[in-house]
């Protein structure tokens, strides 16, 4: 599964300058950063979340969907969410409206605008120069400047996200010129045996 040309267009067409990533299929942002070499911190995890906003009538609320965008190292953290966009409720949209919108569950973008939706972007990813973000594909990402994502998106700015505390593990090092070998560990002493 590809890049959706949907986004690679509207990219050409804004003059938003992106590299596009192939890889190994991956499903996790965790798995992306393992396979690339990359920090999760600048790979830009993508969620859908359904909304419950208030209309003028008190008495009806309106429901919108939003991508909710958070450095890899982030959860998305709900009752921010809530706050940011002034609803009453937000939770994660289910799969039924992600197949109503032509989505696959792990396979997001950042692109609100090419669906008509709303973009929520944590703070902390600014701190990132740029980032790998989704491209609704298991197989390729693009990297693009968080600045340019902004720009293209006008997302709703807040501090959505809660730090994971997730790290990649690091690649074992070869060793360079001799190789000591490891100390094995010493053998059980035998039990001695009690006088008859």
Do not use: C
Not at 85 to 111: D, R
Request: proline letters at 5%.
């Amino acid at each position: 599964m590809s890049a959706n040309k949907k986004i690679v267009v509207h990219l050409g067409k804004n003059k938003v300058k992106f590299e596009l990533v192939p890889h190994k299929t991956v499903y996790t942002a965790y798995d992306l950063a393992q396979t690339l070499g990359e920090k999760l911190d600048k790979i830009a995890k993508t969620l859908l979340v359904s909304v419950e906003i208030p209309t003028v009538k008190k008495s009806r609320k309106e429901r919108q969907t939003y991508l909710v965008v958070v450095p890899a190292t982030y959860y998305v953290d709900l009752e921010k969410v809530r706050k940011a966009v002034k609803a009453t409720k937000a939770e994660l949209a289910p799969e039924k409206v992600m197949s109503k919108l032509g989505l696959v569950p792990g396979a997001l973008s950042p692109f609100g605008s090419i669906r008509g939706l709303g973009v929520v972007l944590d703070k902390s990813l600014l701190k990132t120069k740029d980032a790998l973000v989704g491209a609704e594909s298991f197989t390729e990402h693009l990297r693009m400047k968080v600045k340019d994502l902004v720009k293209l998106e006008s997302p709703v700015l807040g501090n959505v996200g809660k730090k994971a505390g997730l790290k990649t593990q690091k690649p074992a090092k070869r060793a360079k010129g001799k190789v000591r070998p490891t100390k094995l560990a010493k053998p059980a002493k035998k039990a001695k045996k009690g006088k008859k």
